[in-house]
C-alpha cells in the first residue's frame, strides 16, 4: 500500500489525538498528532475546606493497552509480526501529570502515546507500507 505522510493522517482522521500545551493560553498543538491512553497512577484525597489534610491515597489504575493503535494496525498492516509489533515499543513515549485540586488533593496521571510521524515512520521502515512521495 502506498501512502504519503498526508494520506495515512487522513484516512485515519478519527483516532488522532493533539496534545496540550501548558501555560496560561493552553492551546491543543494540532502539529503533532498522536495516540495515547492516559491512567491514573496515584496522588491523595481526603482534604476539605474544614483544615484536613489529604489523607487517603487515590487508587491506580493498571495500565491499559492502546487498543486505537491496534485498530489502525488490523486496517493497514494485517500481516504485521509478533515482532514486528514488539519494535513499535521503541516508539513510544510516555509524559506524567499532576492535577492539582482544591484542599491540597491531587491525582498523578500517566499518559503512554506513539506520535503519528513515528508510527507511519516505523510502518515504512518495516516495509509494512510504502512511502508515497509526490
Known sequence: ????YEQFLE????????PWNSGHDAKQDKTKPRLSVT????????????????????SAESEPELTVMDDILLEIAPAMSFL????????????NKQ????YGNYTDYRTKYIEASD???ALVEMNLIEEFVK
Do not use: I, N, R
Open 1 to 4: 500500500m502506498q501512502l504519503t
Open 11 to 18: 484516512k485515519f482522521k478519527g483516532y488522532w489525538e493533539y
Open 39 to 58: 491512567w491514573t497512577v496515584g496522588g491523595m484525597g481526603g482534604g476539605s475546606c474544614y483544615g484536613d489534610a489529604p489523607h487517603s491515597p487515590v
Open 84 to 95: 514486528q509489533y514488539k519494535k513499535l515499543a521503541q516508539y513510544m513515549k510516555e509524559e
Open 99 to 102: 492535577d492539582w485540586e482544591y
Open 119 to 121: 508510527l507511519y515512520k
